[in-house]
């Protein structure tokens, strides 16, 4: 059975770092497409970051391009999400997320997966 779990969050002060840790079991992680998610107090989720399962490459909402890092480990069958420069605005529920099958690309579109974890929280505040 697939299963993931996050891990890393915390509380932050704005400007700092944060990394957060997604741990895959029952599949291999290498081998799928895996996105981050993040859900702030009464909005809803929205994709931060992807990696494609086609060409390994990553992609980025608008809103954390150049701050927000995203990379894999193999060995581990892990992917993290380095958060720098934090924002009180990036405060929220953060989520990684794995699709059925091949996916083909990076998604940052909710609809594309369908194994998620049970998130962690990152508090951005002084």
């Known amino acids: 059975q697939e299963q993931l779990v996050e891990s890393g969050g915390g509380l932050v002060q704005p400007g700092g770092s944060v990394r957060l840790s997604c741990a895959a079991s029952g599949f291999i992680m290498e081998y799928y497409a895996i996105g981050w998610f993040r859900q702030a107090p009464g909005k809803g989720r929205e994709g931060v970051s992807c990696?494609?399962?086609?060409?390994?490459?990553?992609g980025y909402a608008d809103s954390v391009k150049g701050r927000f890092t995203m990379s894999r480990d193999e060995a581990k069958n892990m992917v993290y999400l380095q958060l720098n420069d934090l924002k009180p605005e990036d405060t929220a529920v953060y989520y990684c997320?794995?699709?059925?099958?091949?996916?083909?690309?990076?998604?940052?579109?909710?609809?594309?997966?369908?194994?998620w974890g049970q998130g962690t929280q990152v508090i951005v505040s002084s």
């Open positions: 990696v494609s399962d086609v060409d390994e490459r990553a």
């Open positions: 997320a794995a699709p059925f099958g091949a996916l083909g690309k990076c998604s940052l579109l909710e609809k594309d997966y369908v194994h």
